[in-house]
């Protein structure tokens, strides 16, 4: 989606080799996510990011970390690849309130980055 | 925390049927309530979404989504489909925001629409 992207697109690494994702965004929203997608589980929510370096952990967050050091940009990291981390990976970025009568409020989703670890 | 059920897995439907996918929810705050699509090989596109105001949404591709908090649900409907309706559906819920993770986007498991001719 226009003014979030995500990168690489797609990735095969190695069991026990590090990897970063990169989310980008151009919108200047404070919030950003991660999110990984397996069939039979939806998505769900890794790390969030509600401020350049104030993070927190989601529903899965073992064996990931992730950094937000530049409004922009928010870095999801696997310290050491296991199989059971291939996924698909999307970053998300919303607005923080809605007030009726201003700007829209909701979610913004990247194109998603596929990740197999072998 | 919020929580979100779709109660099927899997829905068939013939083209031109009348379909609803349901949605449940649970959150101890008020909730905004979104539907997205995931057509295959592809990312999540928006259908429709409630902040407030009328309880019946409407969306893009002529489905619509009716809020009831009594019942805690959000059910998806459209009167009529189309093959090209065959998607991966996702119900997803957020606590109005008042900081912290209650305002994080939480996903249901999704349901996978297949229209038959």
């Known amino acids: 989606d226009a003014g979030i992207t995500q990168s690489p697109r797609h990735k095969v690494t190695e069991t026990g080799t590090p990897v970063t994702l990169r989310c980008h965004q151009t919108?200047?929203?404070?919030?950003m996510y991660w999110y990984r997608q397996d069939p039979g589980h939806g998505l769900r929510l890794i790390h969030y990011?509600?401020?350049?370096?104030?993070?927190d952990k989601g529903e899965v967050s073992d064996g990931y970390s992730v950094s937000r050091s530049k409004t922009e940009d928010f870095l999801l990291t696997l310290e050491s690849a296991t199989s059971s981390q291939t996924s698909v990976y999307f970053c998300?970025?919303?607005?923080?309130?809605?007030?009726?009568?201003?700007?829209?409020?909701?979610?913004?989703f990247g194109s998603g980055t596929r990740l197999t670890v072998v | 925390a919020q929580s979100v059920t779709q109660l099927d897995s899997q829905v068939p439907v013939f083209e031109e049927a009348p379909v609803e996918l349901r949605c449940n929810y649970s959150s101890s705050v008020s909730v905004y309530l979104f539907w997205y699509v995931q057509y295959p090989n592809q990312g999540l596109q928006l259908l429709l979404k409630?902040?407030?105001?009328?309880?019946l949404v409407k969306g893009i591709n002529g489905f619509e989504a009716e809020f009831n908090k009594s019942q805690t649900s959000f059910h998806l409907r459209k009167p009529s489909v189309h093959i090209s309706d065959t998607a991966e559906y996702f119900c997803a819920v957020s606590g109005r925001n008042y900081g912290g993770s209650q305002g994080n986007l939480i996903f249901g498991k999704g349901t996978k629409l297949s229209v038959k001719p």
């Open positions: 998300a970025i919303s607005d923080p309130i809605y007030k009726p009568g201003q700007r829209d409020y909701g979610y913004t």
């Open positions: 990011s509600y401020g350049v370096k104030d993070t």
């Open positions: 919108e200047n929203h404070r919030y």
């Open positions: 409630y902040l407030s105001g009328s309880t």
